[in-house]
């Protein structure tokens, strides 16, 4: 899996994992309401762009300004779960080459020294039902 920056012509990703989900234990029936982990999503506001960063974005400054949409509000999002199977699988964090051009670019994105789990749960045919919970002004 990999995410790359905002731009007409992403060449390198900023962030990328290989996912690998274990074959030696079997799947298992999940659903997050029986689920002692919370799963709701917490979106922080985000700031209004600068103007430099529209006009180095690589896009037109109507599709920028259509991808990145100033907001003002904390929200709470409850994502449940439901009808779905869970393996366990492992994660491999790719690693950008110290120095290079590409990890320069990618510390725009992601923060440096910030790795994800080691392992995490792989849902296969999950149906997901986002709702808004809760507003706050920021």
């Not at 982990?37 to 599709?63: K, W, Y």
């Not at 510390?107 to 080691?118: I, S």
Request: hydrophobic share 45%; with cysteine; charged share 20%.
């Amino acid at each position: 899996m990999a995410v790359y920056a905002p731009g007409l012509e992403p060449t390198t990703p900023f962030f990328s994992v290989a996912l690998h989900p274990w074959q030696v234990l079997p799947s298992i029936p999940y659903a997050s309401a029986y689920s002692p982990i919370d799963v709701n999503l917490l979106q922080p506001p985000l700031a209004t762009l600068p103007e430099e960063a529209v006009a180095t974005s690589g896009m037109s400054e109507a599709r920028t300004r259509e991808i990145l949409i100033p907001t003002d509000k904390w929200v709470k999002v409850s994502v449940p779960v439901k009808n779905c199977r869970m393996k366990f699988m492992s994660v491999e964090y790719q690693k950008l080459e110290i120095g290079s051009l590409e990890a320069e670019q990618a510390g725009k994105w992601w923060p440096q020294g910030l790795a994800p789990f080691r392992v995490g749960c792989w849902l296969e045919h999950a149906e997901l039902a986002c709702q808004t919970e809760e507003v706050w002004d920021a």
